[in-house]
């Protein structure tokens, strides 16, 4: 049976290189709201010789996240699904920005899960950002709620991010919003197991991608050039590691994240270490 990898995010930077991956040998369903830049993508990958299926559909919306997994699973078995679809601080307001980064990443996956056969994997994009929000002010006890309730879950969220003034409430609505993508890939590791399916999250850094480019000006900029490979990383190079985590050759990869940032996290937390030992 023809293996079929769904990507959401599709038509951006990160989903249409990995499509160039993993389209080498499967059958590739893109996933994303704008049908002019599915069309652009399609006609990308078509010139590489990849056939590619593109379904116009909005993740926060559960019934067109189904009708995806419908459309997957008429081509063959859905064996992959990377969710690269998600929004940044600059292109939305604080409940634009959780809502679409949350409820996407659940439909996602739920969808994915109720039809998913063993040897199956998901990956989700996270971000670099879930890991520098300090996590006593992350309201990880209230993660569970996306399960149970989606309009309080929301509510617990937005609540959260009420404290942060409003020029910063997008930023911090976003790192949360990743946090708990992070969590929710380690969280429902052991369900997804039972199905003998394996999820993992991973987090890019600063990645040369229109969405990326975005926040330059809000401080990604600066941070790319204090990082410990000071320059931007390529969408090709985290389609790389997605494409990975998908394959079968991850197979005993599941549960976890993947900080691939080129050592942002790595140099700020040295250099707030050195601080603190020198007063």
């Not at 959401?8 to 993993?22: D, Y």
């Not at 081509?75 to 959780?98: E, F, W």
């Not at 609540?159 to 990743?178: D, L, N, Q, V």
């Not at 401080?219 to 410990?228: E, H, I, P, S, Y």
């Amino acid at each position: 049976m023809t293996r079929v990898t769904v990507i959401t995010g599709g038509a951006g930077g990160m989903g249409l290189a990995t499509a160039k991956v993993v389209g080498q040998d499967q059958a590739v369903v893109l996933c994303d709201v704008r049908q002019d830049r599915l069309d652009a993508a399609a006609a990308a990958l078509s010139d590489l010789g990849i056939a590619a299926t593109s379904v116009n559909a909005d993740v926060t919306d559960r019934e067109a996240v189904d009708r995806l997994f419908e459309t997957a699973s008429g081509l063959g078995a859905v064996t992959a699904v990377v969710h690269a679809a998600g929004v940044s601080p600059s292109m939305g307001d604080a409940d634009y920005v959780m809502r679409t980064n949350t409820l996407g990443t659940l439909h996602v996956n739920e969808a994915f899960f109720a039809t998913a056969g063993e040897g199956a994997a998901i990956v989700n994009v996270a971000s670099m950002a879930a890991h520098l929000v300090p996590e006593e002010i992350i309201p990880t006890q209230h993660f569970p709620l996306a399960l149970q309730d989606e309009d309080r879950f929301l509510a617990e969220m937005l609540t959260a991010c009420g404290f942060a003034p409003e020029e910063m409430r997008s930023g911090f609505a976003y790192a949360i919003s990743k946090a708990f993508v992070k969590w929710y890939s380690s969280s429902q590791a052991e369900r997804f197991n039972g199905r003998g399916v394996r999820i993992v999250s991973v987090s890019p850094g600063s990645i040369d991608t229109e969405m990326g480019r975005l926040e330059e000006q809000a401080g990604a900029g600066a941070m790319v050039a204090d990082a410990a490979v000071p320059r931007w990383g390529k969408p090709e190079e985290m389609a790389d590691l997605l494409a990975y985590c998908v394959s079968d050759r991850a197979g005993y990869l599941t549960g976890t994240d993947i900080l691939n940032d080129g050592g942002v996290v790595a140099s700020m937390r040295e250099r707030a270490r050195l601080a603190a030992a020198n007063g």
